[in-house]
């Protein structure tokens, strides 16, 4: 149980290095490779902005292993699915049908849990989102600069991180101007008159191409962030989706990364 650990160290309050997950979407074993790594970082934090839950096969799980890493979990529009049925109808077939399936896996403590959960989250100078921070609550998407543009007018801090897309971007303009750059990098110094909205990637669904499981490092000393990327068995996530009836173009991105 090597994740009681970040408990203690959040307990202790004395690291500076966040680990900031998103989107695992009950992909058991991609968590559980990125907790590993996360070890190897010398994390003391973990932040999680949303859908732990929805698509993959083992939901129950990941939000037990999720809520004893870190008591900062934001909610997804896969978790919000779970106890709204509104939410869950605007989703196209296959989403809606993982849905159902999650939320019969789920325990009544678990589907409580998730209803009392924020949507945003601010930290060291930081506003966690799990889609924009315009509307957190509509599930936007960043896509492009125009999208950053509109979303850099939203919050004060200097860093938005957001999941939601599951492909890792970032987005930097100089404080109240217009020019927004998309950086094409995984290690970034943030400057200092300048505001960044950062996408981390999703742990258990990239759609980036690239099939490994991502995830975010924050140094809000050195001001640094690092984009991580981690193998992990994704034959056994499909065989597990596989068993549990789910549909199968949900099993067969998973290798492509899309
Ligand atoms: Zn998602």
Redesign the pocket.
């Known amino acids: 149980m090597v994740y009681l650990k970040y408990l203690d160290l959040f307990k202790a309050g004395y690291k500076v290095r966040y680990a900031l997950i ?2 695992v ?1 009950a992909n058991l074993a991609a968590l559980q490779a990125v907790i590993e790594e996360i070890e190897h970082q010398d994390c003391g934090r973990v932040i999680c902005l ?2 732990v839950v ?2 993959g096969p083992r939901p129950q799980r990941c939000l037990d292993i999720t809520r004893t890493l870190t008591d900062h979990i934001i909610l ?3 978790d919000v699915a779970i106890f709204n049925t509104p939410e869950e109808l605007s989703f196209n077939p296959i989403a809606r049908n993982a849905i159902v399936w999650t939320r019969s896996q789920l325990s009544e403590s678990n589907i409580s849990y998730l209803q009392q959960l924020p949507y945003t989250i601010t930290f060291d100078r930081c506003l966690g989102v ?1 889609a924009s921070p315009c509307s957190p609550q509509s599930w936007d998407y960043i896509t492009g600069r125009f999208d950053a543009l509109r979303n850099f007018n939203c919050f004060s801090q200097p860093v938005s991180f957001a ?4 492909s890792p971007v970032v987005f930097q303009r100089r404080a109240g101007k217009h020019k927004v750059r998309v950086l094409e990098t995984d290690h970034l110094k943030i400057e200092q008159g300048f505001q960044y909205i950062i996408n981390i990637g ?1 742990v258990g ?1 990239p759609r980036d191409r690239d099939p490994r499981a991502a995830f975010g490092i924050w140094d809000s000393e050195q001001l640094v962030y690092e984009l991580v990327r981690v193998d992990y068995d994704i034959s056994l996530t499909q065989s597990q989706m596989q068993k549990a009836g789910l549909p199968r173009f949900l099993s067969d991105r998973l290798e492509h990364g899309v």
């Not at 999941?163 to 599951?166: D, E, N, Q, V």
């Open positions: 998103s989107d979407h949303g859908d929805g698509y997804g529009n896969h799990h999941g939601h897309t599951h999703s669904q």
